[in-house]
């Protein structure tokens, strides 16, 4: 009885409203347009979009989204058929199925090459747990927008089934999940991509960390040679695992941030289904992770209602965050300047800094 109410309290708080990412060409122009490379280890269906299901090979799309000048900073508004307002909703106006790894590295590698030589970097989205495909694209898309991001969006789309009473299944999707994502880390720094960031949501930080983790086993220092910066979003991951997980990466790349709140009531449920009373994304005591070189951001303060992707969703946050004009840029050289950039209490224990960000008075 006792794992049948959590999971109804995991069915509370992960649940939103879902949709799909509807293809309106004559969209283009109403909003900004963000373009959006996408690997996938989702079974793709007859019409071509990723499902919940697994494949185990990676194909490769490109979607434009675009973000509509009406909404609150934070949101992602899927359209409602019949009725569609391209003033308000995320719509795509353009989408493409590539047909191997190596056109999706030429269209990307053209995109760079357009690029002034300081925003030739990739950020690459990795969503959680519960995420349908639309999801995760829009998201990559509203981050971009949001917080002005001066480099390519690139989503890593993992199959998850789409419920929160799949939680199994989607923990098992990590470990499946893992061989496409180090596939499309390993081209990216084949292109010659200036930077390549990587940005975790939830079991997407799990996935994360384990695919950084084979590829040490294989080749290592990879991962801080060729990525050059890790942000943890809420990651649901249990701390004993990840601190194995990062002694042998070895080295963590840098900078490497953990997005954290003690009111992140997702993870207290997933914490509680693992026998735990903590994941790494609600960590009460920065102590634990003191042997590694990693910057926690409290967002206790900014969090509400399910408070699982604070980052993303808070205007607040947004605010501060977009104030630095780019979040890799915010975690760049030594922790005085990191503090300097993101106001708030300090707490550094050996190699671990706190910050408790607050909203501004």
Request: charged content about 25%; proline content about 6%.
């Amino acid at each position: 009885m006792r794992v049948v109410l959590l999971l109804g309290c995991l069915l509370l708080s992960a649940c939103s409203p879902r949709g799909d990412l509807l293809v309106v060409p004559e969209a283009a122009g109403v909003g900004e347009e963000v373009g959006v490379y996408i690997a996938t280890t989702r079974r793709l269906i007859l019409n071509g979009d990723p499902s919940r299901y697994r494949s185990d090979t990676v194909d490769y799309l490109f979607r434009t989204v675009s973000v509509p000048p009406e909404r609150t900073t934070g949101s992602v508004t899927f359209p409602d058929p019949p009725f569609i307002d391209p003033e308000t909703e995320f719509l795509a106006t353009e989408a493409r199925r590539y047909d191997g790894p190596a056109a999706f590295r030429r269209d990307l590698a053209r995109a760079l090459a357009a690029r002034p030589g300081r925003e030739r970097e990739v950020v690459v989205y990795v969503h959680g747990f519960n995420n349908t495909f639309a999801e995760g694209v829009l998201r990559i898309a509203q981050l971009s927008h949001d917080l002005e991001l001066p480099a390519v969006a690139v989503h890593y789309s993992w199959p998850t089934y789409e419920t929160p009473l799949g939680y199994g299944y989607d923990r098992d999707s990590v470990l499946f999940a893992r061989d496409g994502l180090e596939e499309l880390l390993r081209l990216l720094t084949d292109i010659g991509a200036g930077r390549v960031l990587i940005v975790a949501h939830s079991l997407g930080a799990q996935l994360t960390m384990e695919a950084l983790r084979q590829i040490a086993i294989a080749d290592p220092g990879w991962p801080q040679r060729e990525i050059d910066g890790v942000v943890l979003v809420s990651p649901d991951i249990d701390i004993d695992v990840f601190k194995i997980q990062a002694l042998r990466i070895g080295p963590l790349p840098q900078p490497f941030a953990i997005f954290v709140s003690e009111r992140d009531r997702v993870l207290e449920v997933a914490a509680r289904l693992s026998g735990r009373t903590r994941r790494l994304g609600n960590i009460d005591d920065p102590e634990r992770l003191s042997e590694f070189d990693v910057t926690l951001l409290d967002v206790t303060a900014f969090s509400t209602g399910a408070g699982h992707f604070t980052a993303a969703s808070s205007p607040a946050l947004l605010a501060l965050l977009r104030r630095l004009g780019d979040v890799d840029r915010a975690f760049e050289g030594d922790r005085s300047g990191r503090v300097g950039l993101l106001a708030g209490s300090v707490l550094t224990v050996r190699n671990v800094t706190e910050i408790l960000l607050a909203p501004d008075l």
